[in-house]
């Protein structure tokens, strides 16, 4: 059974920045693409940010510059680094893994962390 935990998430003030995390354990063989979406009330989910094995991150045009997607694959850990925070980047963050177990290769998703961006 594989899972994956965020954190990382909270409160900061415009202009700040935070750092989450999505941890993923369990009977993992390989993780291919991960990535960071996220939810605000009454809108959309949106993909952030993607990461692939030996390949160039992709991001969505409101954060290029502003945010970093990383994966330290020692720890099956990928990191999304936001800086420059905007009250617009406000939303529940949650991370997607197409993970391959025993079973096959399966998308995981974690249960997400907010993040809000208020004065």
């Known amino acids: 059974q594989v899972q994956l935990v965020e954190s990382g998430g909270g409160l900061v003030h415009p202009g700040g920045s935070l750092r989450l995390s999505c941890a993923a354990s369990g009977n993992i063989t390989r993780i291919s693409v991960v990535g960071w979406y996220r939810q605000a009330p009454g809108k959309q989910r949106e993909l952030v940010a993607t990461?692939?094995?030996?390949?160039?991150?992709n991001y969505t045009n409101s954060v290029k510059g502003r945010f970093t997607i990383s994966r330290d694959n020692a720890k099956n850990t990928v990191y999304l680094q936001m800086n420059s925070l905007k009250p617009e980047d406000t939303a529940v963050y949650l991370c997607?893994?197409?993970?391959?177990?025993?079973?096959?290769?399966?998308?995981?998703w974690g249960q997400g962390t907010q993040v809000t961006v208020s004065s």
């Open positions: 997607n893994a197409y993970i391959r177990t025993d079973s096959g290769l399966n998308s995981y």
């Open positions: 990461i692939s094995s030996g390949e160039l991150p």
